[in-house]
């Protein structure tokens, strides 16, 4: 038999498969006849005109005699788009720049900034409104693609680029892909990868449970990571490192040391934080201001002792800052977010990592746990020349935080500086060679990620009750109508809906966190691709401010943020740029069909209602 198990912790991907190909190619005008493409070369430009990039004017810094192109990107807030300059090599090949030079939203320095290299106004000190490093959203750096020609291309993440417009490439759509360069469209891949267990991620029929995946044969590598090291490699390497004895048995257990090896005192008064009567403090080196920026401080003796260790986060400033932009260790964010306390959060919450997993402190020689890592409190120059180490397996738990210093970490080389680091793939294959049987073996933990094209048209369909005997539908018509009852739109709304107007109930998001809410909205809404498709009745579409608690209700009287009501209706972007209408699915060929939220089954006689963007 030949068992093979792939242990894959899975990446959220963005939609593809045969069935998506075949529609896409015959959208982009392909020969049908033609076979398909087996690669997906880069073109080597983006298709537009270019001109000598301008001396001044722009706020980065183009090489000498680069050669620019005009772009059309978000340059206000809500994705609002304008005119641009970018740099020509933007998109030509995998290895090119593709800085995010002109967008608000990668180079914004507050999140209340309005316009493209304006700064977001007097009441806080941040800067001239241009974030040279590009980064102010995850998805602007660490990602490659290129521009290529769809017609031939083998990858299935192919889409049409916003910044290159038709009516900037003499009527023809520029077409880009980052999975030809090993990169991931992250999108729907963020969407899925949301719900954190095969029950809710089981609740959104576009995305799929990826636990173990059995395959007869080994599938394609996947790109590259860094990862938390585990296992006999972590333990080989770290042992010599420690000064272990080279020939003892290994250990086969891992004792907590009952202490965290610091000098301990009497805990003083004046902390944030109310030490126990005649409790034992340690000196300590902690994250004291933005940006990781340490400091002293002065911690419990207790921490870290033992398994049954309170391990309260008490002097951090990233477990216990009350606001993001709060800049120092129990110092408010500013005058002008008065509703934010006093700068120091007691239940030292402020990060999902500062509560729930417990740790100890070990002796790394006598430990068999592989997550054995140096504590950033005690260094070795607290700590009499030794560092001091510390263990979450031992007590059941996982170093989320140092998972999470590994999982930034985004290239070979910053991965291999950071020894409890490995520069690893994403997933692991293991072969038993038996007899001739192929056995699936689960219950290895998995990720939510999208489905795949036929997987899913296949496991939809079945769900949805359509005819299992009738062909497969080759195209994807818009009903023309959400399926709801009509009737005329009343006066007293926020928005506006035209003279005669019809209108229909929903359910939308109403209260902070996603709380729906009985709502009126027009009944065009997803009719089909041409219509407007107004967010007007969502709380996250229209609110004026991120405090705002609830839809068309001002955030409050400390900053005047107007009456509580977005009328562009693109206060996240998501809200706005994206067409799609509400479909029969089993009539629609497309891969991305999902259940409206809006209008559940008990709005439409029983039966959901169905919609795609695709």
């Known amino acids: 038999t030949t068992t093979t198990t792939t242990m894959e912790p899975g990446t959220c991907k963005f939609k593809s498969g045969d069935a998506l190909m075949k529609a896409l190619r015959k959208n982009w005008g392909c020969n049908a006849n033609a076979a398909l493409p087996t690669s997906c070369p880069c073109l080597g430009h983006n298709n537009q005109s270019s001109f000598p990039c301008p001396v001044t004017g722009l706020k980065w810094s183009p090489a000498a005699n680069e050669q620019c192109v005009s772009a059309t990107v978000d340059r206000k807030k809500g994705w609002v788009t304008g005119d641009a300059i970018m740099s020509a090599l933007y998109g030509a090949n995998c290895s090119s720049r593709n800085h995010e030079t002109s967008s608000l939203v990668c180079t914004s320095t507050h999140p209340d900034q309005a316009e493209f290299g304006v700064p977001a106004g007097n009441c806080s000190e941040y800067g001239d409104g241009y974030n040279e490093a590009m980064n102010s959203s995850s998805w602007c750096v660490g990602q490659k693609f290129c521009f290529v020609d769809p017609c031939n291309c083998n990858e299935a993440d192919i889409a049409v680029s916003n910044y290159f417009p038709a009516t900037s490439n003499n009527g023809a759509p520029t077409y880009y892909s980052f999975a030809t360069c090993g990169g991931v469209n992250t999108w729907k891949t963020d969407q899925c990868a949301n719900f954190a267990s095969s029950t809710s991620c089981a609740s959104d029929e576009a995305c799929m449970w990826d636990s173990d995946v059995v395959v007869p044969t080994p599938p394609p590598s996947p790109a590259p990571q860094c990862v938390f090291k585990t296992g006999d490699d972590l333990m080989k390497g770290l042992r010599a490192t420690w000064g272990c004895d080279a020939n003892a048995p290994l250990p086969n257990s891992c004792p907590c040391l009952g202490h965290n090896n610091q000098t301990t005192f009497p805990c003083p008064a004046g902390l944030k934080w109310s030490p126990a009567a005649n409790e034992k403090c340690v000196n300590a080196t902690v994250d004291r201001k933005k940006g990781w920026v ?246 996250v579409c229209t609110s004026t401010h991120p405090d705002q608690a609830e839809f068309g209700v001002p955030a409050g009287s400390c900053s005047e943020y107007g009456d509580g009501y977005n009328e562009a209706m693109n206060s996240s972007s998501w809200c706005v740029g994206q067409k799609f209408c509400f479909v029969d699915p089993c009539n629609c060929n497309e891969a991305d069909i999902a259940v409206s939220n809006y209008f559940p089954a008990a709005k439409n006689n029983g039966a959901p209602a169905y919609y795609s963007f695709a």
């Open 294 to 539: 340490t400091g002293d401080a002065i911690m419990s003796a207790s921490y870290g002792a033992s398994c049954s260790s309170p391990n309260h986060e008490t002097s951090s400033l990233v477990c216990t800052g009350t606001h993001p932009d709060q800049v120092e260790f129990g110092v408010p964010a500013g005058s002008c977010h008065q509703l934010y306390g006093d700068g120091y959060n007691e239940a030292m919450s402020s990060s999902s990592w500062c509560v729930g997993q417990t740790f100890c402190f070990v002796d790394p020689c006598n430990c068999n746990e592989s997550d054995i890592a140096v504590s950033n409190y005690f260094p070795a120059s607290k700590n009499g020349g030794a560092s001091a180490y510390y263990s979450f397996a031992t007590c059941g738990g996982v170093n989320l935080w140092k998972t999470d210093h590994c999982a930034a970490l985004a290239s070979e080389q910053s991965c291999g500086k950071d020894a409890a680091c490995t520069w690893s793939i994403t997933s692991t294959t293991t072969t038993t060679t038996t007899t001739t049987t192929t056995t699936a073996t689960s219950g290895y933990p998995g990720v939510c990620k999208f489905k795949k094209g036929s997987d899913l048209i296949i496991t939809l369909r079945k769900a949805w009750g359509c005819d299992e005997m009738a062909d497969l539908p080759t195209s994807c018509p818009c009903l023309g109508h959400n399926g709801q009852s009509t009737f005329k739109c009343p006066a007293g709304l926020h928005w506006k809906p035209d003279e005669g107007e019809q209108c229909v109930h929903a359910t939308t998001d109403r209260l902070a966190g996603w709380a729906t809410g009985d709502a009126i909205i027009s009944a065009s809404y997803g009719a089909n691709c041409n219509s407007p498709n107004h967010e007007t009745s969502s709380l």
